[in-house]
């Protein structure tokens, strides 16, 4: 089965571009998470969607970041215009009731 | 709102030493704790969980055990071998399924 995977895996961009991050969940998962590590701090939770509903968008730090979750599938993350401090690795979990299952992240670096 | 804590922030053993790692939350009314291993680049990997009810959980060299009462989590890795350097991330869920990390312990075992 396969499990959790992003694209990119890595990208770098000027500041004010914009870039668009994407989440496959694993098949048949209704829950997906998306959280952040910027350099230095610990893993923060940005947003919960159930199916194609936000769940929980309390972590998103501003209206700049953007998440959507196209008929349940996979999600996509923008983020327009890009800021210097949003550099860091945004990791995408999708899981059932109580486990979720990591991808392997995608580094963004905006200079 | 939820802190977690791991302390050492960084640990260096020589190969064969049995080893500690600690993890502290401030909100005991978690669902879950999950221990995570990270490679550098690479993303996370799911070690053990301990649901709420549970006290302790075994995976090979692996014993994660879990005080809710006292906001305490330990993963014990025995034997420790240069495959097991890596960073070591706690994790606890609460009633929104969102984590809260700490965050890490940066292993190093040395042959």
């Known amino acids: 089965e396969a499990g959790v995977t992003q694209f990119p895996s890595h990208s770098v961009i000027e500041k004010g571009q914009t870039v668009t991050l994407r989440c496959d969940p694993i098949?048949?998962?209704?829950?997906l998470y998306w959280y952040r590590r910027v350099m230095g701090k610990e893993i923060k939770f940005l947003l919960h969607f159930v199916k194609e509903s936000k769940q929980d968008e309390s972590g998103m730090p501003n209206n700049r970041f953007l998440a959507e979750r196209t008929g349940g599938t996979y999600s996509t993350l923008k983020v327009q215009p890009a800021e210097l401090e949003d550099s860091g690795v945004y990791f995408c979990?999708?899981?059932?009731?109580?486990?979720?299952?990591f991808g392997p992240g995608t580094r963004l670096t905006v200079t | 709102k939820q802190e977690v804590t791991q302390i050492p922030a960084a640990l260096s053993v020589p190969e064969g030493e049995n080893l500690v790692l600690n993890c502290s939350f401030t909100?005991?009314?978690?669902?879950?704790l999950q221990w995570f291993r990270q490679d550098p680049g690479k993303g996370l990997t799911s070690l053990l969980l301990i649901q709420s009810s549970q006290r302790e959980q075994t995976s090979g060299r692996l014993n994660a055990s879990l005080d809710k009462s006292s906001g305490r989590s330990t993963l014990y890795i025995a034997a420790s071998q240069p495959g097991d350097s890596a960073t070591y991330l706690c994790a606890v869920t609460g009633t929104g399924n969102q984590f809260y990390f700490g965050t890490g312990t940066s292993l190093t075992v040395i042959p």
């Open positions: 979990a999708s899981g059932g009731s109580y486990e979720q299952y």
């Open positions: 909100d005991s009314a978690i669902y879950n």
């Open positions: 098949s048949g998962h209704d829950n």
